[in-house]
């Protein structure tokens, strides 16, 4: 079982910049994927990224694409998404997930990833 504890969001205007954090622990040496995904109010939850757990690799969301960018630092273990000009349809939970199934696949799917954040709350005002 792998935990994971989101941090970093708040209440930003439009065009602003943030930077959500997320910290894995317990069996992490299974982990081969991880990614953010979001659900607003009423809406079901979408992707956002994903990366490797060398942090090799990326795949982003169209919605997303050039504004947004995963990282992970393999010193520190702690998954990182920088938010650049965010818009009000940004607004949302943002959660950390966490595939461990052995294989390195960016995958875009809920299903995909077993273990979740409890998520974070990210406004963003117009």
């Known amino acids: 079982q792998v935990h994971l504890v989101e941090s970093g969001g708040g209440l930003v205007q439009a065009g602003d910049s943030l930077r959500l954090s997320c910290t894995p622990s317990?069996?992490?040496?299974?982990?081969?994927?991880m990614a953010w995904f979001r659900q607003a109010p009423g809406k079901e939850r979408e992707f956002v990224a994903a990366?490797?757990?060398?942090?090799?690799?990326?795949s982003y969301a169209d919605s997303v694409k050039g504004r947004f960018t995963a990282s992970r630092d393999n010193g520190k273990n702690i998954l990182y998404l920088e938010m650049n000009s965010l818009k009000p349809e940004d607004t949302a939970v943002y959660y950390c997930?966490?595939?461990?199934?052995?294989?390195?696949?960016?995958?875009?799917?809920?299903?995909?990833?077993?273990?979740w954040g409890q998520g974070t709350q990210v406004t963003v005002s117009s």
């Open positions: 990366i490797t757990w060398s942090g090799t690799s990326t």
């Open positions: 997930a966490a595939r461990t199934v052995g294989t390195t696949v960016l995958s875009t799917a809920t299903t995909a990833y077993s273990n």
């Open positions: 317990g069996q992490t040496r299974s982990v081969d994927t």
